[in-house]
């Protein structure tokens, strides 16, 4: 079993900057990847951005490539989702997960969600 937990999700302002974690314990394995996903009210979750642990591979969904860096910090066991010039259409509730076979997916284990509210 793998367990996420995600947080720094609050209310912002439109082009606010904001950054959130995941922190990953339990059966993690030497390789593996983290998602972050969202979801808005009334719409499917969607991808927003992928890491390989290690760091040295990313993916991003293109309506956040350039505001949005995923990152790693494996001393701590987390994964970073610094999001910078956030739009109301951000808001969402984010969700990490954890896979073992590509940035694409699929993923195994989901964390319980941290809300962003961005006003305009």
């Known amino acids: 079993q793998v367990q996420l937990v995600e947080s720094g999700g609050r209310l912002v302002q439109a082009g606010d900057s904001l950054r959130l974690s995941c922190a990953a314990s339990g059966r993690t394995t030497s390789a593996y990847y983290i998602g972050w996903f969202r979801q808005a009210p009334g719409k499917e979750r969607e991808f927003v951005a992928s890491?390989?642990?290690?760091?040295?591979?990313?993916y991003y969904v293109d309506s956040v490539k350039g505001r949005f860096t995923i990152s790693t910090d494996t001393a701590k066991n987390t994964v970073y989702l610094q999001m910078n010039n956030l739009q109301v259409e951000d808001t969402a509730v984010y969700y990490c997960?954890?896979?073992?076979?590509?940035?694409?997916?699929?993923?195994?284990?989901w964390g319980q969600g941290t809300q962003v509210t961005v006003s305009s």
């Open positions: 890491i390989i642990w290690s760091g040295y591979s990313t």
């Open positions: 997960a954890y896979g073992q076979r590509a940035l694409r997916g699929p993923y195994d284990y």
